[in-house]
């Protein structure tokens, strides 16, 4: 397992709890500046891109491990969507299909509370406050993003 750089118990103590937790659900974990903060099924790895604030990675890591249990235990939004794309996410949330506009925002804020609940049942630190914001923030560029 690999620990960052920098000294922080957000990231170092509890990314390392979170990281074995993928490496029972089959997934690795890689931090690049390269790529965007992302869950790739094909490749089965979960990227974070590094940045200062360390709490905020913890918790985009917490979100995309959320996208995992979002599609493992549930039908996600692309179940009903069997004709779509969903390598391009770009491509993806620019459509004009308002229904799957909405579904993917949906998924999106389950995959936030699924993160959330998974810090809990891993007996992880986390400021719910600061938790709420980052997801929310998230949330919405993601909605101004689809609005075009």
């Not at 974990?29 to 490749?43: P, V």
């Not at 009903?80 to 004009?96: C, L, Q, S």
């Not at 804020?109 to 959330?116: I, V, Y």
Request: charge should be positive.
């Amino acid at each position: 397992m690999k620990k960052y750089a920098k000294t922080d118990p957000y990231w170092n103590d509890q990314s390392l709890v979170v990281e074995a937790w993928l490496v029972k659900k089959g997934f690795d974990l890689t931090y690049s500046k390269s790529a965007d903060n992302e869950l790739d099924w094909d490749r089965k790895r979960i990227n974070i891109r590094p940045i200062k604030d360390k709490e905020e990675m913890f918790y985009t890591l917490l979100h995309e491990c959320g996208h995992i249990l979002v599609e493992t235990n549930d039908k996600g939004f692309k179940d009903n969507y069997k004709t779509k794309d969903f390598r391009d996410w770009h491509k993806m949330v620019a459509t004009r299909d308002s229904a799957l506009k909405v579904s993917i925002l949906a998924d999106e804020m389950e995959a936030w509370n699924r993160g959330r609940r998974l810090a809990k049942r891993l007996n992880l630190r986390l400021n719910e406050k600061k938790y709420k914001k980052i997801a929310g923030y998230c949330v919405w560029a993601y909605a101004a993003f689809m609005a075009g």
